[in-house]
């Protein structure tokens, strides 16, 4: 008889990020359901099933787990690239008008939301009392500040700003705009679908941030 062929096992080096995944998830779900403070590594580590000192061995403390949990929130399950490495990312900077690269920037933004959310309440809520949660948002906020700055430059290379609305106003703006808060307000307290609040992030955002086709037609005087 003929033995099957056994595939080839996972190497080592998926076994450990696989198996950090499963950690991290286990703190995602466990810091969204009962808050930052209420989850001790302990209750994480039982969720995971791994050892406690398996988790502070391949994270070191509890903030630094809630920094890569918001991390991979970012990235998603299975990459290891920020947004501004993804494909997604090429495509927004080639959209060849204002309309395809919001429509680009909103809709995957928007899947990053519904991941990362849930965490961003969960930390603002702790970071009122908890010093670990309050570095752990101010380090966030400089991060989504960092990327926002980037998409506003790669746009406004392309596109016009509006007059009276500089660098910093539009980055200000985009910051408010397509914030984890204002998603959770709208989708999660006030049941929007998130196709209504992709549609009203990207006019709000070509309406108050840029010169829009409709701007140009009203400005050229009408032809005889």
């Given at each position: 008889m003929v033995r099957p062929v056994k595939p080839p096992g996972l190497s080592r080096v998926e076994?450990?990020?696989?198996?950090?995944?499963?950690?991290?998830?286990?703190?995602y779900g466990l810091f969204v359901a009962r808050g930052y403070t209420a989850t001790t590594m302990a209750d994480i580590a039982?969720?995971?099933?791994?050892?406690?000192?398996?988790?502070?061995?391949?994270?070191g403390s509890k903030p630094q787990l809630l920094q890569r949990t918001y991390d991979l929130a970012v990235t998603g399950p299975?990459?290891?690239?920020?947004?501004?490495?993804?494909a997604w990312f090429r495509r927004f900077q080639q959209?060849?008008?204002?309309?395809?690269?919001?429509?680009?920037?909103?809709?995957?933004?928007?899947?990053?939301?519904?991941?990362t959310a849930p965490l961003d309440e969960m930390v603002r809520a702790a970071a009122v009392a908890d010093p670990a949660a309050a570095d752990a948002r101010r380090a966030t906020e400089a991060m989504r500040r960092h990327a926002w700055s980037v998409m506003v430059d790669r746009m406004s290379a392309?596109?016009?700003?509006?007059?009276?609305?500089?660098?910093?106003?539009?980055?200000?703006?985009?910051?408010?705009?397509?914030?984890?808060?204002?998603?959770?307000?709208?989708?999660?307290?006030?049941?929007?679908?998130?196709a209504?609040?992709?549609?009203?992030?990207?006019?709000?955002?070509?309406?108050?941030?840029?010169?829009?086709?409709?701007?140009?037609?009203?400005?050229?005087?009408?032809?005889?």
């Open positions: 076994r450990t990020r696989r198996n950090r995944e499963r950690m991290v998830d286990a703190a039982a969720a995971a099933g791994v050892a406690e000192q398996t988790l502070y061995y391949a994270f299975g990459s290891a690239l920020p947004p501004e490495q993804q959209a060849d008008s204002l309309s395809a690269a919001l429509t680009l920037l909103v809709d995957n933004v928007g899947t990053v939301f519904a991941r392309r596109f016009e700003l509006r007059a009276g609305v500089d660098r910093t106003a539009a980055i200000d703006s985009m910051l408010v705009i397509m914030s984890p808060t204002t998603y959770n307000t709208m989708v999660t307290e006030y049941g929007w679908s998130l209504a609040w992709s549609a009203w992030c990207r006019r709000l955002l070509a309406e108050q941030l840029f010169v829009t086709p409709a701007d140009s037609a009203a400005d050229r005087p009408d032809e005889a």
